[in-house]
């Protein structure tokens, strides 16, 4: 497998309805990568291909807005998930695209951004060493 | 015709055989004896195939070229001899309902659930897969030809049937003992059995002459030695009666085939159906002969254990080791409840089963498990680069050493030095309800730290224990970022998000742990560096504010756990490298070196600092540290106020406190002796370069106060002094210049 390398994106802790309100209007299809805001929890998501984060608007005063680099990933054809990854996932892969999953992945903690032609496999980077071994 | 080798002998088999019945067509047994079943309950076929061993030889079909060895009659077999045997992938399938057993109730439960819509997988051992254990999850663990198969489902029907019982008697180690479904499946294959006597009723297919009265005993063959030659039946008028024969054939009822039920018993998500939940008369209490086959338990050492005062299931079976071997009990649990049950008046529950319910090789064992990840900081190549001995420490691999500690750590007390700080936990948290968060989490009294200044902080539990410390940064009003120790920052987030819900408080919180990087440039030198690398302007001890340093955005703390000047610098890991070079190469002719754990260690014990974790205890309060100073008991409410106060006018005479000592270092953990009597240990030691003596830090369980000291103080034999800390710069001046 490929190395990971470090993802470019923006991170953004605010209320559940302002993150909603901003995936909303970010969306942007036939960039490439796109632009996707993936919903890492209620009040948590990443901005992939956004580095800069004061480009970020979004209506909640208190948010945390940050230039998140602590990230590495790797991008790889949809059809290559079963060989890849699947055979380290002890959970279910959602079947809906796109999807964001997260879980252990060969025991480290993982996310897959699922679209329907590629996939993202990323994780923090300071485990990442572990997961690129154990996968390749 | 297609062979398997066994013990160097090839045999022929017919299509379909297991290894089991391909030895008895050849007039052979599997193993050395004992009742076999054929249905694979019982450990009396089992061998090694293929270089593996305990293979039940019943469940393994024969394969031309198969190589077998019977297990030693006495002692253990050698567990594996091909090591790369099923050695293999693991294989993971999702599924609504797994049904485990393919009989009746199997079938019926797979339809039902069927009916309902759910996606049912059904696994049966004789269609290959053979259930090794159920996990949490539920997740089914199987065993097939070529690989392991982990099988994940919302339900698990445990419909695996029932077993015979074996029969618990003298002579039932014999060979030529078989049970009737076993009897059975040997006619329907063909094979002679020979004169054969059924104790019981006779199965269907069967030539044998049934015999009445209770089994009292098998009795060895006179011209085949190990196997058995006669069967002795009691009748009702106390008679008994002597039945020759070439083959036993035993139908003494039936027990739930229940080992898969009895190791996922609490587990909701788990259902038993059919015969495996049903509750079976219990055979008569054994009073002779082999109990457990596995553990080759004999009544007699029930009864030993008995005698000795273990009249609980668990304990007998902790006693005998009877149900702990390769069946987990399938064989024995029936007759060992009869044995507690007739001796106690009570019948006993069957103990849980463990997995693995069949052996695995270790190959099978480890495949796609995985040790925690220890995870590695931006500057990990920078370390080994310069030549780092690494080390685990928090989950984290950091540097130890750069070749020589000593030398790192006079670059921090003479000059200036790197240290990589990027595993402390840092989190941002922003909200309008953010100090009232932190006001209610600390002891400390936040609401007068003014943007841009910081404040050391300990974290306490309920109970009033120290769990953890870190730093307050205030950057405005509502944000704060928040430092934490290596190991805690994980345990730190869930405990703001704990409470946060638990208190209803509008605060968003962002671990940046792994995000950010971050490096301390420590020394008597270090402004002069920050200086040189572009720190806009010099910062006062405490303060803290965001700056580029050498190009690269930073969030500069000025504060000291070294006992020197210090700036922690934090900054996105991409940056990381350039940063560390940027600053070394600035530094070069200030004499700057990276310095390691070790003389980290060091540094900030000659200053009396403490480590969470290293140097506290799972109860340690602010009190037995000496620092009350960092909590502020007319501030409010906080986590522990309340255990803090109820325990303040308690006497406690457990310290941590400062020693000192000539000569080398003595090991942390060693005893703190005072007099004959062990006080204490110490948590953290050093042979400080610059005093010229060994510094510690321990724990001293005994009544002790500055005006009356304990006479004499030893560790490792020789003479210790309680020294108040720091040891080093009391006044703190060289971290504030």
């Known amino acids: ?136 | 015709m297609a062979r398997i080798i066994v013990d160097g002998e090839p045999i022929a088999f017919d299509d379909g055989d297991s290894v089991a019945l391909s030895l008895m067509r050849a007039g052979q047994v599997p193993g050395h004896g004992g009742c076999l079943c054929l249905a694979g309950d019982c450990p009396n076929c089992v061998a090694e195939v293929d270089g593996v061993a305990w293979v039940r030889t019943c469940q393994t079909r024969a394969r031309a070229g198969m190589v077998v060895r019977r297990h030693p009659a006495i002692g253990a077999p050698s567990p594996i001899t091909n090591v790369s045997a099923r050695a293999t992938t693991v294989r993971h399938r999702h599924a609504d309902v797994v049904v485990v057993g393919n009989g009746d109730s199997g079938q019926r439960a797979a339809r039902d659930a069927l009916d309902d819509g759910q996606h049912v997988i059904v696994l049966d051992a004789a269609g290959g897969d053979e259930v090794v254990g159920i996990f949490a999850g539920p997740t089914v663990v199987v065993r097939n030809v070529d690989a392991i198969a982990h099988v994940h489902a919302q339900l698990v029907i445990v419909a695996t049937g029932a077993a015979e019982l074996q029969p618990t008697c003298p002579g039932n180690a014999l060979a030529g003992i078989v049970t009737a479904r076993a009897a059975g499946a040997l006619a329907q294959a063909g094979i002679d059995l020979g004169r054969a006597i059924v104790v019981g009723a006779a199965p269907a297919g069967v030539l044998g002459e049934s015999v009445d009265g209770t089994l009292v005993r098998f009795e060895v063959s006179a011209l085949r030695p190990g196997s058995v030659g006669a069967v002795v039946v009691r009748t009702d008028d106390g008679v008994e009666h002597v039945h020759p024969c070439d083959t036993a054939i035993v139908a003494l009822g039936r027990s739930p085939r229940d080992v898969l039920a009895r190791m996922a018993a609490t587990d909701s998500a788990v259902r038993v159906v059919g015969p495996a939940a049903d509750a079976f008369d219990l055979p008569p209490c054994p009073t002779s002969g082999t109990v457990c086959p596995c553990s080759r338990v004999e009544v007699d050492d029930l009864a030993g254990a008995w005698g000795r005062g273990f009249h609980d299931l668990e304990l007998i079976k902790r006693a005998t080791l009877c149900g702990t071997g390769t069946c987990q009990g399938a064989v024995c649990v029936p007759h060992l409840r009869a044995f507690v049950a007739d001796r106690s008046g009570t019948t006993p529950a069957p103990f849980t089963a463990r997995p693995a319910a069949r052996q695995l090789t270790m190959g099978e064992a480890s495949t796609n498990v995985f040790i925690d990840t220890c995870r590695r900081t931006a500057l990990h190549d920078e370390h080994v680069r310069l030549g780092a001995t690494m080390d685990r420490w928090g989950g984290w691999w950091r540097p130890w050493h750069y070749g020589d500690h000593v030398a790192e750590y006079w670059a921090v007390r003479e000059a200036v030095s790197l240290g990589d700080v990027s595993t402390l936990g840092k989190m941002i948290v922003s909200g309008p309800d953010a100090l009232a968060l932190l006001e209610r989490l600390y002891p400390t009294t936040i609401s007068d730290i003014a943007p841009g200044r910081s404040r050391y902080v300990l974290l306490l539990n309920e109970r009033g224990h120290v769990f953890d410390d870190g730093m307050v940064c205030r950057e405005s009003d509502d944000r704060f970022v928040l430092t934490f120790t290596s190991g805690g920052a994980a345990g730190a987030e869930m405990w703001l998000r704990d409470w946060i819900e638990t208190w209803g408080l509008d605060v968003r919180v962002l671990d940046r742990t792994m995000a950010l990087a971050a490096i301390n440039v420590t020394g008597p030198l270090a402004s002069e560096l920050m200086g040189r690398v572009g720190l806009s302007a010099p910062l006062r001890f405490l303060e803290h504010r965001h700056d580029i340093v050498a190009g690269v955005p930073c969030h500069v703390m000025r504060l000291s756990f070294t006992g020197e000047a210090s700036y922690e610098l934090h900054h996105g890991i991409d940056r990381s490298v350039e940063l560390w070079r940027a600053l070394l190469d600035a530094g070069r002719d200030l004499g700057v070196r990276p310095h390691g754990l070790q003389a980290l260690f060091g540094l900030r014990l000659e200053k009396g600092h403490v480590i969470v974790g290293a140097d506290t205890e799972l109860d340690t309060t602010p009190r037995r540290i000496a620092m009350d100073w960092a909590v502020k008991m007319g501030k409010g409410d906080f986590v522990g106020r309340t255990a803090l106060a109820r325990t303040a006018s308690l006497p406690d005479g457990r310290r941590l406190v400062g020693l000192t000592i000539d000569g080398p270092a003595p090991t942390e953990g060693a005893p703190i002796v005072i007099g004959t009597e062990i006080a204490g240990l110490v948590t953290s030691s050093f042979a400080s370069p610059l005093l010229g003596q060994t510094v510690m830090l321990g724990w001293l369980r005994t009544a002790w106060s500055p005006e009356h000291p304990p006479a004499m103080v030893t560790v490792d034999g020789r003479v210790a002094a309680l020294t108040a800390t720091p040891f080093y710069d009391r006044k703190g001046s060289r971290a504030r210049a």
Do not use: Y
């Open chain 1, 1 to 136: 497998m490929r190395a990971l390398e470090t993802i470019v994106a923006t991170r953004i802790v605010a209320t559940p309805a302002a993150i909603d309100a901003l995936a909303a209007k970010v969306r942007a299809p036939g960039a490439d990568p796109p632009v996707a805001v993936l919903r890492l929890a209620d009040d948590d998501a990443l901005v992939l291909g956004v580095p800069d984060a004061t480009s970020v608007t979004i209506d909640d005063p208190h948010a945390i807005v940050v230039a998140e680099t602590g990230f590495s990933g790797v991008w790889f054809a949809a059809d290559a998930l079963d060989a890849i990854v699947r055979p380290f996932i002890e959970w279910s892969v959602p079947t809906a695209r796109p999807a964001l999953a997260q879980g252990l992945i060969a025991g480290v903690p993982a996310k897959l951004w699922l679209t329907a032609d590629r996939v993202l496999l990323f994780c923090p980077t300071a485990p990442a060493h572990d997961l690129h071994e154990r996968l390749s």
